[in-house]
């Protein structure tokens, strides 16, 4: 199993979440987030104080999925959140130990 | 203020006049808890917002009760050697429920009289938010207002020295907001700067709250210009026209200089250009036409933009709201352009520089230069005083890394996420 955190553009969301649906994957962790990489920030002024806002707003999603999946949802979520420009996101594979379903016990893939 | 002649038994109650001054008054009452708190609480950094809704609430409180105590006598009493009020009105004692002041009710003219010191002090916290003890707050608003706002009034306004003297505040240029600019100056100078000031970011909690507030300040202020003509006629009218035409240019020039020198107009420009537009028509109000209004209000515009954004910069004083930037340095333009616009034909026999009458820019001057040195000596001495009794005026740096509404309030202003 591996764990997927993609950081994402947060207009992107919708997309990304129809297409991991429509391959079959059904849950998901969304978190906002804070980041930067190549983008540049922006300038706010206040009575004067100028502020370099560096980080822009980002999601942070998590999914888990079964190892043989893993390229079927790193290109689904690649082709939804994709929008050629600087500041799209990335995507990291984590390898994963174990994953346990709360309700019923139940571990592994049949937990997923 | 129009000075009141003691009442005549000829004059009598006028109902009109005395509606309109008690709306006026519950206008001027708003422009502190809620005005006022708004556009000082939306400027303030989140974890302080709190505290400074909070020091602008007991600011209006205490003010209240001083000013029905002892305020009001020091401040109108009668006469001693131009300087202040005796304490012949103590508790209000000697004043009747039929007593009349000009047309109205003295009690109106004194409640009245209560929301302008009541807002006066307030604006004083504009410059030290973020770091000064509560219970100093407290004692500070008690001694500033006994021993700086009253005697300033009552030499404009309660008989004293510069009315003597010819000089012309309606509404409070001198009073108001020259008085409470360099007080808070002083106060910030003493406090010191916020831990981080000119390296850590230090935004706003809320310009949507601001410009909710400068709306409700521009509002109010109709009762503060207009309701200073104590009386429902055509001086009052003209105050009421100036007031708003001063406030719109204001918030125009703002945002076209920011817009022009920032590539943004901002809300808060916009909403600081209103206040800015106010506070210079101030002690005008009654006296000048709608052109020099424009005038005014355009002026008060560029210099509060340049006064906030380069004059902090560059000398560096931590001014947190700009109590100085805008009250201070607009109500010093407004002082003297009430020497150089005053008009006979809107109060008679009061005519300024553009009126063959250029003595009153002197006098204006004067005034102006006597009310910087006073507020700025007296607010030294209130803090003196307000160290002793309260052992230090600042917070620990801890409180103030941590956040006053947690560390004096122990609440948090909204329930989100933060």
């Given at each position: 199993m591996?764990?997927?955190?993609?950081?994402?553009k947060?207009?992107?969301l919708?997309d990304?979440?129809?297409?991991?649906?429509?391959?079959?994957?059904?849950?998901?962790?969304?978190?906002e987030?804070?980041?930067?990489?190549?983008q540049?920030?922006?300038?706010e002024?206040y009575?004067?104080?100028e502020?370099?806002v560096d980080?822009?707003?980002?999601?942070?999603?998590?999914?888990?999925?079964?190892?043989?999946?893993?390229?079927?949802?790193i290109a689904?979520?690649?082709?939804?959140?994709?929008?050629?420009?600087i500041?799209?996101?990335?995507?990291?594979?984590?390898?994963?130990?174990g994953?346990?379903?709360?309700?019923?016990?139940?571990?592994?893939?049949?937990a997923? | 203020?129009?000075?009141?002649a003691?009442?005549?038994?000829?004059?009598?109650?006028?109902?009109?006049?005395t509606?309109?001054v008690?709306?006026?008054?519950?206008?001027?009452?708003?422009?502190t808890?809620?005005?006022?708190?708004?556009f000082?609480?939306?400027?303030s950094?989140y974890?302080?917002?709190?505290?400074?809704?909070?020091?602008?609430?007991?600011?209006?409180?205490?003010g209240s009760?001083?000013?029905?105590?002892?305020?009001?006598?020091l401040?109108?009493?009668?006469?001693v050697?131009?300087?202040?009020?005796?304490?012949?009105?103590?508790?209000?004692?000697?004043?009747g429920?039929?007593?009349l002041?000009?047309?109205?009710?003295?009690y109106?003219f004194?409640?009245f009289?209560?929301?302008?010191?009541?807002?006066?002090?307030?604006?004083v916290?504009?410059?030290v938010v973020?770091?000064?003890k509560?219970?100093?707050?407290?004692?500070f608003?008690?001694?500033?207002l006994t021993?700086?706002y009253?005697p300033?009034?009552?030499?404009?306004?309660g008989?004293?020295?510069?009315?003597?003297?010819?000089?012309?505040?309606?509404?409070g240029?001198?009073?108001?907001?020259?008085?409470?600019?360099?007080?808070?100056?002083v106060?910030?100078?003493?406090?010191?700067?916020r831990?981080?000031?000119?390296?850590e970011?230090?935004?706003?909690?809320?310009?949507t709250?601001?410009?909710?507030?400068?709306?409700l300040l521009?509002f109010?202020?109709f009762?503060?210009?207009?309701?200073?003509?104590?009386?429902?006629?055509?001086?009052?009218?003209s105050?009421f026209?100036?007031?708003?035409?001063?406030a719109?240019?204001?918030?125009?020039?703002?945002?076209?200089?920011?817009?022009?020198?920032?590539?943004r107009?901002?809300?808060l420009?916009?909403?600081?250009?209103?206040?800015?537009?106010?506070?210079?028509?101030?002690?005008?109000a009654?006296?000048v036409?709608m052109?020099?209004?424009?005038?005014?209000?355009?002026?008060?515009?560029?210099?509060?933009f340049f006064?906030v954004?380069?004059?902090k910069m560059?000398?560096?004083?931590?001014d947190?709201?700009?109590?100085f930037?805008?009250?201070?340095?607009?109500?010093?333009?407004?002082?003297?352009?009430?020497?150089?616009?005053?008009?006979?034909?809107?109060?008679e026999?009061?005519?300024?520089l553009?009126?063959?009458?250029?003595?009153?820019?002197?006098?204006?001057?004067?005034?102006?230069?006597?009310?910087?040195a006073?507020?700025?000596?007296?607010t030294?001495?209130v803090?003196w005083?307000?160290k002793?009794?309260?052992?230090?005026i600042?917070?620990?740096?801890?409180?103030?890394?941590?956040?006053l509404?947690?560390?004096i309030h122990g609440?948090?202003?909204?329930?989100?996420?933060?």
């Amino acid at each position: 199993m591996k764990k997927i955190e993609a950081i994402i553009k947060p207009f992107k969301l919708d997309d990304v979440r129809q297409a991991l649906s429509d391959i079959g994957v059904q849950g998901m962790t969304i978190t906002e987030v804070k980041g930067y990489g190549r983008q540049k920030g922006h300038k706010e002024i206040y009575r004067g104080a100028e502020y370099l806002v560096d980080f822009m707003p980002k999601i942070k999603l998590e999914i888990v999925v079964p190892t043989e999946r893993v390229d079927d949802v790193i290109a689904a979520v690649r082709n939804a959140a994709n929008t050629g420009k600087i500041g799209d996101g990335k995507i990291f594979v984590i390898p994963l130990e174990g994953v346990i379903r709360v309700r019923t016990g139940e571990k592994g893939n049949d937990a997923i | 203020m129009l000075l009141p002649a003691a009442a005549l038994a000829a004059d009598g109650l006028d109902t009109g006049d005395t509606a309109w001054v008690i709306v006026a008054t519950a206008l001027v009452m708003m422009m502190t808890p809620a005005g006022l708190a708004l556009f000082y609480g939306g400027m303030s950094r989140y974890k302080n917002l709190l505290n400074t809704l909070a020091m602008t609430f007991v600011a209006y409180c205490l003010g209240s009760i001083i000013w029905v105590i002892w305020g009001y006598t020091l401040a109108f009493g009668p006469d001693v050697g131009g300087m202040i009020g005796n304490l012949n009105n103590l508790f209000l004692n000697g004043i009747g429920v039929n007593d009349l002041t000009g047309t109205i009710p003295t009690y109106v003219f004194i409640v009245f009289q209560m929301t302008f010191a009541g807002i006066t002090v307030a604006l004083v916290l504009g410059s030290v938010v973020d770091r000064m003890k509560f219970s100093s707050w407290l004692v500070f608003t008690i001694l500033w207002l006994t021993l700086v706002y009253c005697p300033v009034a009552h030499w404009v306004w309660g008989g004293g020295w510069m009315a003597d003297m010819g000089a012309l505040d309606f509404a409070g240029g001198n009073v108001v907001h020259i008085n409470a600019g360099i007080s808070g100056l002083v106060l910030a100078l003493v406090l010191g700067k916020r831990l981080g000031y000119g390296k850590e970011a230090m935004f706003p909690s809320s310009i949507t709250l601001t410009a909710l507030g400068a709306a409700l300040l521009w509002f109010g202020w109709f009762g503060f210009n207009a309701g200073s003509a104590l009386a429902a006629n055509g001086i009052a009218a003209s105050a009421f026209l100036v007031t708003n035409t001063s406030a719109a240019v204001g918030a125009l020039t703002w945002m076209v200089v920011e817009w022009k020198v920032n590539d943004r107009p901002t809300v808060l420009g916009i909403a600081s250009g209103i206040v800015a537009g106010l506070v210079a028509i101030t002690p005008a109000a009654g006296f000048v036409n709608m052109p020099a209004a424009l005038v005014i209000g355009i002026v008060a515009g560029l210099i509060g933009f340049f006064s906030v954004s380069r004059l902090k910069m560059k000398f560096g004083y931590d001014d947190s709201l700009d109590a100085f930037g805008v009250h201070g340095i607009c109500g010093i333009w407004g002082a003297v352009a009430t020497g150089i616009f005053a008009n006979p034909a809107i109060t008679e026999g009061v005519s300024g520089l553009l009126y063959g009458n250029p003595r009153q820019v002197v006098v204006q001057l004067i005034s102006i230069a006597a009310t910087i040195a006073f507020a700025g000596v007296g607010t030294l001495v209130v803090i003196w005083i307000t160290k002793l009794v309260t052992g230090g005026i600042r917070v620990d740096g801890d409180e103030e890394i941590q956040g006053l509404d947690s560390a004096i309030h122990g609440e948090r202003a909204f329930e989100i996420g933060i």
